[in-house]
């Protein structure tokens, strides 16, 4: 989790003890074991501060006297970074690499909440318990909140949090993270840690996840929330470090609760699509879709198979499609038509217009006529633009 | 083979008496011999047969009425066992003949469910072109990028007219969704200019059309069925048209 603020008012922060220290050496999160874990830790924060002046080196903080610590500006922003429960009593591993790139990103005081010391306990619950005074300690300081969901049916929660919520994949398992106990320690941890690394992508600016408000995670996969009006001119919130600039509207609108897809590596962020087709078949056709993407260099492929959708004559069937990677300008097209029936005849969708808009703000649509898709046979066609229409 | 266990009392006058309970019962489908005169020290109490073979094994038993031992399990299943052995024609046997029904059966099954899954026709590839008979025009003109043409009357292999004539009857009578309401296309130069033509297309549609020329048969669809052919044909044609200069209108 992260917050930011954007004055440092430091002096009046610190409810919680903490060990003072001016030496020259630098400071590190409380390194503990998994005897401390099973023995239990008691809460205690320590403050560290990294800037731009010693990145690599982290200086203790002092509640009374934050300014004693030479490298300390006030006038700069400060970011706190908070981690998690931690089972085994290791520092996190990422948290050096977030300093970075924060740090490369913005000249702030990233100030790393280091409160091992409490959240090493095998006992979750009592965990849950000591985030409430690690919390206390920086949440008057804090006027906007972001969370992200990554792990909502294990160690993670379920109901919005903050201003605005993102709700990874769902918000439950995330592609890549191993679905039974039999792959070991990453069962519990993958999906949980997930959110980190999302987080370290979303500061790279040319990697953007955009996020979308709707009610829950199915409705927003059928395509029925890629509407961004609310937010005016500045679209869809991005996941992430850059939400920020979306801190006003979002302070207005009280709580967004918002979803993505991702890939299961970094580069997370998909390139999403909306899909259209208005067939003309008399009878009512169910199916799912595949779609390919070419131009001379690249190629991407998705299914749309999450549920079977239904095309209805001169109906218009909305759909979204997100692919792995950009493909960009997008040559040919290649689309199949898939049923789940066995022992039935090879059905037909016969197609008045497809039409993929990109959700990339600024991309134009690209339409196809009079397609006859047969089952589990490719079709591929050269995109034309699109004009207006009247169906 | 259940065999039922019975108690074997010893005989009270040893050797001499035998009491009946003694004797093995045939009915409990073991394989004893009934004709062993009596149980005594001397004479075994099973016979050769089923002291040769193992417990619960079919053995048959001499001197017993074929009427008898058809009431007993192990001969039911013993027949069952010969009688599918039997050969009935060269050397295919009773239970090769039953297999074999078994499988052509189940092939017969398969068989019909996937000719009628590829066969079945679907009900948009049914239609009857006598009932289309409501007439929709389509009007417009497009430019040729070739601007040296001269597009009045040639001989009929190399008229130019009557190629794009042709082209546009070949985009609309292969277009899936136009082709059975598709008439013609005449195409006629524009009066004051080289390069650029007129054309009208002709369909015909069925009585009940409300949603057709909505949608099938709407400008939007029969405009871009002819664009994208346009936009996919080959640069290098003599009679390459302009896609840009397309322009079309209902006509009544």
């Given amino acids: 989790m992260m917050f930011r603020i954007t004055h440092c008012l430091l002096t009046a922060m610190i409810v919680m003890p903490f060990s003072i220290c001016r030496g020259e050496e630098c400071e590190q999160i409380t390194d503990l074991s998994l005897k401390d874990s099973l023995r239990g830790t008691s809460l205690e924060v320590r403050l560290i501060l990294y800037t731009r002046e010693n990145s690599t080196c982290g200086k203790l903080l002092s509640h009374d006297d934050p300014f004693a610590t030479p490298t300390f500006n006030p006038t700069r922003p400060c970011t706190f970074l908070i981690h998690g429960y931690r089972p085994t009593g290791s520092p996190p591993v990422w948290m050096t690499t977030m300093v970075e790139s924060i740090l490369s990103r913005k000249d702030v005081n990233a100030i790393v909440v280091d409160w091992n010391r409490g959240a090493a306990n095998i006992n979750y619950l009592r965990v849950v318990k000591n985030t409430r005074p690690v919390a206390a300690s920086i949440t008057h300081f804090i006027r906007f909140v972001d969370a992200l969901h990554t792990d909502m049916d294990a160690f993670g929660y379920r109901d919005s949090l903050g201003h605005i919520d993102y709700y990874a994949n769902g918000g439950s398992d995330q592609p890549g993270c191993p679905k039974t106990i039999f ?77 993505f897809t991702t890939n299961q590596d970094a580069p997370f962020c998909k390139s999403g699509y909306k899909l259209e087709i208005v067939s003309w078949n008399s009878e009512v056709r169910w199916g799912s879709i595949t779609i390919t993407l070419k131009n001379s260099a690249e190629e991407t492929e998705t299914r749309i198979d999450h549920k079977s959708f239904k095309f209805e004559q001169y109906t218009e069937t909305t759909l979204l499609a997100q692919f792995e990677q950009d493909v960009y300008p997008v040559q040919k097209i290649t689309l199949k038509y898939v049923t789940a029936n066995v022992l039935t005849p090879r059905y037909k969708l016969r197609v008045l217009r497809f039409r993929l808009t990109p959700l990339k703000h600024g991309l134009r649509p690209m339409c196809r006529y009079d397609l006859l898709l047969e089952e589990n046979k490719d079709v591929t066609f050269r995109p034309i633009p699109c004009h207006h229409s009247n169906f | ?66 009427d008898q031992s058809l009431n007993k399990p192990v001969g039911k299943l013993g027949r069952l066992k010969k009688e599918l052995n039997e050969p009935v024609c060269w050397n295919l046997k009773v239970w090769m003949l039953i297999l074999i029904s078994f499988l052509l059966i189940i092939l017969t099954i398969l068989l019909s469910i996937y000719f009628c899954s590829v066969y079945e026709e679907d009900v948009d590839d049914k239609y009857n072109v006598a009932e289309f008979v409501v007439p929709r025009f389509f009007r417009g003109n497009f430019t040729l990028l070739n601007k040296n043409l001269t597009l009045d009357a040639q001989s009929p292999p190399t008229d130019p007219r009557l190629i794009l004539q042709q082209n546009l009857t070949h985009i609309y009578t292969s277009s899936h969704a136009l082709g059975r309401y ?65 322009t079309m209108e209902v006509g009544s």
Avoid at chain 1, 209 to 230: Q, V
Avoid at chain 2, 6 to 20: A, C, G, T
């Fill in chain 2, 182 to 246: 598709f008439i013609n296309a005449t195409v006629n130069p524009l009066r004051n200019s080289k390069s650029s033509v007129e054309y009208e297309l002709k369909f015909m549609m069925p009585e009940e059309h409300k949603q057709i020329i909505l949608y099938t048969l709407s400008k939007e669809m029969v405009y871009h069925v002819l664009l994208q052919e346009l936009i996919d044909q080959d640069t290098g044609d003599p009679l390459y048209i302009e896609p840009s200069s397309l």
């Fill in chain 2, 1 to 66: 083979m259940d065999i039922e266990l019975n108690e074997l009392k010893p005989s009270v006058n040893n050797n001499d008496e035998v009491d009946p309970r003694v004797e093995v019962h045939p009915g409990n489908g073991s394989c004893s011999n009934h004709n062993t005169p009596s149980a005594t020290e001397d004479s075994r109490l099973l016979s050769d047969a089923q002291a040769a073979g193992s417990n619960g094994e079919h053995c048959i038993v001499a001197g017993i009425p074929d």
């Fill in chain 1, 183 to 259: 792959s070991g320690s990453k069962y519990f941890k993958c999906d949980h840690q997930r959110s980190v690394f999302l987080y370290l992508d979303s500061m790279n600016q040319s990697r953007q996840i955009t996020a979308y408000p709707c009610s829950d995670y199915s409705d927003f996969l059928d395509g029925k929330c890629l509407s961004c009006e609310r937010f005016n001119s500045s679209g869809c919130p991005v996941f992430g470090y850059d939400v920020t600039e979306w801190k006003d509207v979002l302070l207005k609108l009280g709580q967004t609760k918002t979803f």
